[in-house]
C-alpha cells in the first residue's frame, strides 16, 4: 500500500515562494510516476508537475513552467515543489499522486489516472 503525506502548504504574498513536500512509503520507483496537482473549488483537477522513475524524466504544465520545480529524494522517499513567483491565480489546495507507467504517459496527455493520493496541503497568494 503506497501512502502519501503533504505539507509545506501556507499563505504567502505574491512574488513570494513556498516548498511544499511529500512524503511516500510503500513506493516503488522502478516503474513508478510521482505527480502533483491542484484543484481549486468548481474546477477540475490540474496537473503541475511530475517525475519518472529515479527522476530523470520531469512534466510540467505551461502554468508551473520556469516557476515551479518538482524533485524528489530517493533517500529519503519525500518529493518536492519548489514554487517561486507565485501568483494569486497559483491559489489552489495542492495534492501529490503515485501511479505507474500509465499513469506518466496519461500525464502528457491531461489525465490525471493515478492510483493513490495524498489528503492535499493549501496554498494561498495574495495580491
Known amino acids: 500500500q503506497v501512502m502519501l503525506q503533504e505539507s509545506g502548504g501556507g499563505s504567502v504574498q505574491a512574488g513570494g515562494s513556498l516548498r511544499l513536500s511529500c512524503a511516500l512509503s510503500g513506493y516503488n520507483y522502478d516503474s513508478g510516476c510521482l505527480a502533483w496537482f491542484r484543484q481549486v473549488p468548481g474546477k477540475e483537477r490540474e496537473a503541475v508537475a511530475g517525475?519518472?522513475?529515479?527522476?530523470?524524466?520531469?512534466y510540467y504544465s505551461d502554468s508551473a513552467k520556469d516557476r515551479f520545480t518538482i524533485s524528489q529524494d530517493n533517500d529519503k522517499n519525500i518529493i518536492y515543489l519548489q514554487l517561486n513567483s507565485l501568483k494569486p491565480e497559483d491559489t489552489a489546495m495542492y495534492y501529490c499522486?503515485?501511479?505507474?507507467?500509465?499513469?506518466?504517459?496519461?500525464?502528457?496527455?491531461?489525465?490525471?489516472?493515478?492510483?493513490?493520493w495524498g489528503q492535499g496541503t493549501q496554498v494561498t497568494v495574495s495580491s
Open positions: 517525475i519518472y522513475g529515479y527522476g530523470t524524466t520531469k
Open positions: 499522486a503515485a501511479g505507474s507507467y500509465r499513469s506518466w504517459y496519461g500525464l502528457w496527455q491531461g489525465k490525471s489516472d493515478f492510483d493513490y
